[in-house]
DNA sequence: TATTGTTATACTCTATAACTATA
DNA sequence: TATAGTTATAGAGTATAACAATA
């Protein structure tokens, strides 16, 4: 188990909320990679291999280094969950898809990983409108700067 | 920077958000603990050293083994930003604190780690208290078993 | 003997730097 | 020469199992 991200000190009944949401939703989603014999990252990449993709597209998204995306796809391949091949028009590009047995292991990691469809379930569709608004509003925070 | 945990392919626009928020949060805190030399976990842990603190019980909160708060505390102790000592009553127990550097740095930490302070800060008073609402509603989740 | 914590070990995630293949 | 991606390497996080110290 990954180590939360916090607490920091929160000043806030909003804030310390916020940090317990996120706290909850990674746990979840680590525990259901593990079910299905994936570590986050893994089942992150897996996630992103709906359609074909890049190399570079992968880790401009993921936010890391591309010498980490080789070693997790690489992994994925050992385990036949994806496959690579070269770009015949530029061979340089690698295509990265998921196999039938990586389609069939992302859709049980997604039906473990239940955790934002009960949260949502717990909410009413008035509620889901108004939480999403707040959350959008909130991560314009994203945009101001820093 | 380390995978986000997702997405899923959201069917929802909340559950969208919801990863959208979690990505954002957990981007945050890993970039103010970067500002400062820490490593996630270093900044996680000395977050909770704000009171003196027993092994066991950061592992309990933490959610991980014992043998990784120990590494991670015998790191933090390295730098000189905790320390720990036996209790004299009984032996075997450790007492962690923060030294005054690791209050210090700590502190910036907190500075630097602005994202849920600039999230609240883009929310009306009445809207932090929806959201409070609304995010406390939704993590009843965790109460209902699996 | 039971409990607290540590050490030894192994595996994954991650980044940096050097490299290969292709253009 | 420039670009996409890989390999080599090193450091940190994590867990399991064996261990030491204390009770």
């Known amino acids: 188990m990954t180590v939360p991200s916090g607490p920091v000190s929160a000043t806030t009944e ?3 909320l916020m940090f317990e ?3 909850a939703y990674e746990r979840a989603f680590e525990a259901a990679a593990k079910e299905h014999g994936l570590s986050p990252a893994h089942a992150c990449v897996l996630g992103r291999l709906d ?9 401009d998204e993921l936010g890391c280094d591309a010498s980490n ?3 997790i796809v690489a992994r994925l391949e050992a385990r036949e ?4 091949q070269a770009n015949p028009d530029d061979r ?9 047995a990586g389609d069939a292991v992302y859709a049980a990691f997604e039906e473990s990983f239940d955790f934002p469809r009960r949260a949502v379930a717990n909410l009413t569709t008035k509620e889901q409108r108004q939480l999403a608004t707040l959350l959008g509003k ?6 101001r700067g820093a």
């Open 14 to 16: 909003t804030e310390r």
């Open 21 to 23: 949401f996120v706290d």
């Open 51 to 59: 359609s074909v993709r890049g190399m570079g597209e992968l880790s």
């Open 69 to 71: 995306v080789t070693q």
């Open 81 to 84: 969950l994806a496959v690579r």
């Open 92 to 100: 340089r590009f690698r295509q990265i898809q998921r196999t039938t």
């Open 138 to 143: 909130s991560l314009a925070v994203k945009e």
